[in-house]
């Protein structure tokens, strides 16, 4: 049984007590994989900050590309229109998702696109259908990568992409890696930077939420969290891949900060009475409850208070 402190009993509790953390940066990455949009603030819908992982690139056969084996990607900057970061705007005929590469012409994709839907796209566990965004975004990745590609967007009136019933059950999310939301704190990354010969960036991590004024790794702990009256749950302790050790300026992968995290984060160390799979963890995977909801406001902003509502007593009591 997971052994659960609870540190405040209510959201009137919350607001007198002191907060554990504030938020420090938002960052949405609406294409997967490729360079995220430091944000102010961010409305939240049913699968996560709105417009995240929202496009997906894919090869020949419907297969998503990411960094892992397109390391590339890390130097495709995104940019939507500043207003579509605040809550209840919707785009018009001349609203652009806009990319820019090393080497290649600016490419505008249409927000309101009604492109052709495509079956058999795949990524990870889910396959299903998705818009395809047209001839010219697809020259423009194969130019790019050196091989046929295509840009594809969620459909989100008619694909759903749960996740992991295991760990959230009733959630959902469109192209991210397994859940809507992941926390990091500012802590932690200064933590491993200490131990580290080159100091990393947090765009190694790639978190949709910094939060700066906890102790290194406390996000670890926290399986309740308020921010702006919106309660997040910690479900499930962030494993990293080959990801982090990617330089997101160059696109060069080298070998840290994964051979210190297995020193100092892995589940050997931090796990060690439970099944050791080899992993390495940095950063915490949320849900929000609201977003199974309609109704009131739901945006948190950069300087927002973050309440630690209920917490486990360690790394090992935590799930992962």
Known sequence: MEKVSSILGSVFGASKAEPAAEVSSIFIYPVKSCRGILVSEAPITSTGFRWDRQWLVINSKGRAYTQRVEPKLALVEVQLPNEAFTEGW???DTSYLVLRAPGMNELKVSIKSNGKVIDDVSVWEWSGSALD????????FSNYLGKPSRLVRFIEGSETRAVDPEYARGYKTMFSDQFPFMLASQGSLNALNEILTETLSINRFRPNILV???EPYDEDLWTEIKINDLTFYGVKLCSRCKVP????????AGSEPNVTLMKVRSDKVLRPN???QGKVYFGQNLVCKESLTQGKSKVIKVGDPVYALKKVSSAADAAA
């Open 90 to 92: 919707e785009p018009t």
């Open 212 to 214: 700066d004024g906890c």
């Open 133 to 140: 965004e047209g001839a010219e975004a697809s020259e423009w």
């Open 245 to 252: 050790t990617i330089n997101q300026e160059n696109g060069i």
């Open 274 to 276: 439970r099944k050791q």
